[in-house]
């Protein structure tokens, strides 16, 4: 008896537990946001999320992914996105929620806003449209610093080693110019010294002729007016 009472106590227990249904976790909702700093109605679409993100019942359903669209780059991904949803853009702000979008805002569309939130968050089959395009663009984005860091790393080892180059040739340079005008001095004083030891001589042997040839013929008057007198 004791027994089959213990056992009508499981199954009563057992039922119970069967009998609640199991509540799904909701998944946090990727709501994409294009906007611009000069737009008035993206201001509003941005305030009326900061107040949602504030609210218990709302706060962890959904994550802003905000993309300014000054940047070119957002831009296109922007429009990358309107055709994967097959939207026309008019404009901004421009949001998706799941597999529906925006383009503008007012706040007639608050409810139907928060209703998709909701519905995409405790849909766990859903896939989102826009997640891959989301996942590349964000991944290239950390690539795209990775190469330039490179590019940055080459352009200053390229310089320094440029600079030690030029700073060898010149030294190579004012080396030989040294070593030429050492030289050059050398030759010009040489050619100089021969030059004036050449021209001397016959200068010295003209001058001894001469004085010795006007001596003899003053000689010869002289011992020829002697000899008439006697």
Do not use: H
């Amino acid at each position: 008896m004791k027994k089959n009472k213990f056992l009508l106590l499981v199954a009563g227990i057992l039922a119970v537990l069967f009998a609640v249904p199991c509540q799904a976790e909701a998944k946090t909702v990727n709501v994409y946001f294009f906007r611009s700093n000069s737009c008035g109605y993206c201001a509003a679409a941005k305030e009326f999320f900061e107040t949602l993100k504030e609210d218990e019942e709302y706060k962890d359903l959904f994550e802003i992914k905000d993309f300014e669209v000054s940047s070119t780059k957002n831009s296109n991904l922007m429009y990358d996105a309107a055709e994967i949803m097959g939207d026309t853009l008019r404009g901004v702000p421009y949001i998706v929620i799941g597999d529906e979008s925006w383009n503008g805002y007012s706040s007639t569309y608050d409810e139907d806003l928060k209703e998709k939130i909701k519905e995409v968050s405790s849909d766990e089959n859903f896939e989102d449209p826009l997640a891959t395009l989301i996942a590349d663009f964000e991944a290239g984005g950390d690539d795209g610093l990775i190469i330039l860091g490179i590019i940055a790393g080459v352009i200053v080892v390229v310089g320094v080693g440029i600079y030690f180059a030029r700073k060898d040739t010149d030294k190579l340079e004012k080396a030989i110019a040294l070593e030429e005008k050492k030289e050059e001095p050398k030759e010009e004083i040489k050619e100089v010294k021969t030059e004036k030891k050449t021209t001397s001589k016959p200068k010295t042997t003209t001058k001894k002729t001469t004085t010795k040839k006007t001596t003899t013929t003053a000689k010869k008057k002289t011992s020829t007016k002697k000899t008439t007198k006697k």
